[in-house]
């Protein structure tokens, strides 16, 4: 049985449950009862190089144990080390120390997967737990939420072998193949190696598609040039001239003497090339921007029928007037993609029309990859929020229009609080944001002020607005 030895914890002149990091190295870390330990000849430091210590034997030494007495037989002192990206060690991992070390391959995979795959140095804080081991019963020092030997340290993590560039441009038949004047891709605002994901969205025509849509793509350091570079990875396309692939491999020009393929669609429409600069890959998709909504309620008419907007040309929605039959159409026309009814929620591209089972305002929501489709009638739409009589509770009725698209109503505001727009008085769908660009789901909006105002809820075409006129 394990006996009690250290169980009161580790002692120094302060509380040592607070985890007060050590600067000097020569000082010992931990120390109790017969036990002193200190930090290793790697976290000694400031800072910590893992390519260096992975090309010196992978091991990156963290606490020295300099005396153990009064050990019971057969008992061991062991550790963990606790990694956070953060001072708090929210989201932290937890590592075996061995022989007074850690992996230093694992740390930099928890480096890559928690901070990100950037080469930059970045604070890591580290802490440890102690335990007191004996067979395969463990004692905790000083309890569940005690750590000891804190301490922030820079991390380099080992770079990557590939370059990614802080901006790329698609150049060729969309701007007559000038490299000055390269049209530059989109991209988040996070670090290029965190996300090295890429996208620009153009249009094809039939006649460019009919004689060949010819692409390549450049990188900054090219693009500044202004012209051609005859130099490794100074321009990306494909294997070989003439591929007609939507995706595939992205090939980084070989060297000085030898180019990369250019890349040549015989597709039209709207499209979206994404392209992947860490795993080297391309794709072009459908970047259609809205699908209409042609049926009875319109006479089949597709400029007389709401349109649904996307944020990722896979998933559309929005509120359409539907009486009966209708079909999606991807073009204001009937020569592009048609979306019938294959079975309940499911549509196909060369399916029956699609019965919304009456005569209404419906949020329709569709996803073109998977082609599932579903209807929401919308009985009633109103006001809600603490700046109303109703608070949060109950909705102030608006009325619609015959057609269902416009709902005007006066409510009674308070001089303080937020309001917003919901349907069927629930929250399955309500409207928020901008006013001049209601979106699903969007923040609240602050109240117009004391007195009662007529609202107008404009659902007839894209963006929804709401406006508020004081009575």
């Not at 057609?403 to 349907?423: C, H, N, P």
Request: with cysteine; glycine share 10%; net charge negative.
């Amino acid at each position: 049985m394990l006996m009690a030895v250290l169980s009161l914890g580790f002692v120094a002149c302060e509380d040592d449950t607070k985890a007060i990091p050590q600067s000097n190295a020569q000082e010992a870390t931990m120390s109790a009862n017969g036990l002193t330990v200190a930090y290793g000849s790697d976290l000694a430091g400031e800072s910590i190089d893992l390519a260096t210590l992975v090309a010196n034997g992978g091991a990156v030494n963290v606490i020295t144990t300099e005396a153990v007495e009064n050990l019971p037989a057969g008992a061991a002192v062991e550790y963990t080390m606790q990694i956070s990206a953060n001072e708090d060690y929210s989201n932290a991992t937890s590592f075996v120390v061995e022989n007074g070390a850690v992996s230093a391959t694992e740390w930099d995979n928890w480096f890559r997967g928690t901070i990100g795959k950037a080469p930059n140095a970045k604070n890591n804080y580290v802490r440890f737990a102690a335990y007191v081991a004996e067979g395969t019963s463990k004692v905790r020092l000083g309890g569940p939420d005690t750590w000891f030997a804190a301490k922030a340290i820079s991390v380099t993590p080992i770079a990557l072998d590939i370059t990614i560039e802080e901006a790329y441009y698609l150049l060729g038949t969309i701007n007559g193949w000038s490299v000055a004047e390269a049209i530059k891709f989109n991209h988040s605002e996070a670090n290029v190696y965190d996300d090295p994901i890429f996208t620009l969205n153009f249009e094809i025509s039939e006649e460019e598609a009919a004689a060949g849509w010819w692409w390549k793509i450049v990188p900054q350091s090219t693009y500044e040039t202004g012209n051609w570079v005859n130099a490794k990875n100074a321009s990306y396309g494909v294997e070989n001239d003439g591929d007609t692939a939507t995706e595939g491999i992205l090939f980084g020009r070989p060297n000085e003497s030898q180019d990369c393929g250019a890349g040549c669609l015989k597709i039209s429409g709207q499209l979206r090339l994404t392209i992947d600069m860490l795993n080297g890959t391309y794709a072009f998709t459908s970047a259609v921007t809205n699908l209409w909504t042609p049926g009875n309620a319109n006479g089949w008419s597709h400029a007389d029928s709401q349109m649904l907007y996307t944020y990722d040309f896979e998933n559309y929605m929005g509120f359409a007037h539907l009486d009966g039959e209708f079909k999606f159409t991807n073009a204001a026309d009937w020569n592009h993609t048609n979306y019938g009814f294959a079975e309940e929620g499911k549509i196909s591209t060369d399916g029956d029309n699609i019965n919304a089972g009456g005569n209404g305002l419906f949020w329709c929501q569709v996803n073109t990859t998977e082609l599932t489709y579903s209807l929401y009638l919308a009985e009633t739409l109103g006001v809600i929020g603490d700046a109303t009589s109703g608070a949060w509770d109950n909705s102030t009725a608006l009325t619609p229009s015959a057609d269902f698209l416009v709902w005007t109503g006066d409510v009674e505001f308070k001089a303080g609080g937020e309001w917003k727009l919901r349907a069927n008085n629930a929250w399955d769908v309500n409207l928020g944001g901008d006013m001049n660009n209601l979106s699903k789901d969007g923040s609240n909006i602050a109240t117009p002020g004391e007195g009662v105002y007529t609202v107008t809820l404009d659902l007839s075409k894209l963006p929804y607005t709401v406006s508020v006129a004081k009575k």
